[in-house]
C-alpha cells in the first residue's frame, strides 16, 4: 500500500476519532454549532490574501494535528466539555481534510501540498 493511501487511512481515523470525541463531551450544542466548528479551519484560507507564503503557513498552523490536541487535553483539565468538544472537532475536520486528499500547503501555492503537488502534475 502506497504512503498516501496510508496517510489517508490515518486521516479517517482521526476524523472519526474525533468525532467520537466531540459526541462523548456531548456539551449539547445544536447541528448548526456542531458544522461551524467542524468548518471553522478553513477560515485560515483567508491568510492566503497575504501572499502565497503567508496563506501557507496561517493555513499549515491551524491544521496541525497537535492543537486540537491541545485544546482538548485543556478541556479535561479544566473539566470543559465545550473546550474537549472543540477539540474534537478539529482534530475530525484535520483527519477529514487527509482523508480526501488535502495536505498541508507548501508557499508555491494553495493547490501545493505535502501530498500533491499540483505544479508539478502541470508540468509533466
Known amino acids: 500500500m502506497s504512503p498516501v493511501l496510508w496517510q489517508r487511512l490515518e486521516g479517517a481515523g482521526l476524523g ?45 498552523l491551524i491544521h496541525l494535528y497537535a492543537l486540537p490536541f491541545l485544546l482538548a487535553a485543556a478541556g479535561v483539565a479544566l ?14 475536520h484535520i483527519g477529514i481534510d487527509r482523508a480526501l486528499g488535502y495536505g498541508l500547503k507548501r508557499p508555491t501555492g494553495f493547490r501545493d501540498t505535502h501530498i500533491w503537488v499540483a505544479s508539478a502534475a502541470k508540468a509533466e
Open 79 to 92: 473539566g470543559s466539555t465545550g473546550l474537549i468538544a472543540g477539540g474534537g472537532l478539529w482534530l475530525a
Open 16 to 60: 472519526l476519532g474525533g468525532l467520537l470525541v466531540a459526541a462523548l463531551a456531548s456539551p449539547g450544542w445544536g447541528v448548526p454549532a456542531w458544522l461551524a466548528i467542524l468548518l471553522a479551519p478553513d477560515l485560515s484560507m483567508l491568510g492566503y490574501l497575504a501572499g502565497p507564503r503567508a496563506g501557507a503557513a496561517v493555513y499549515n
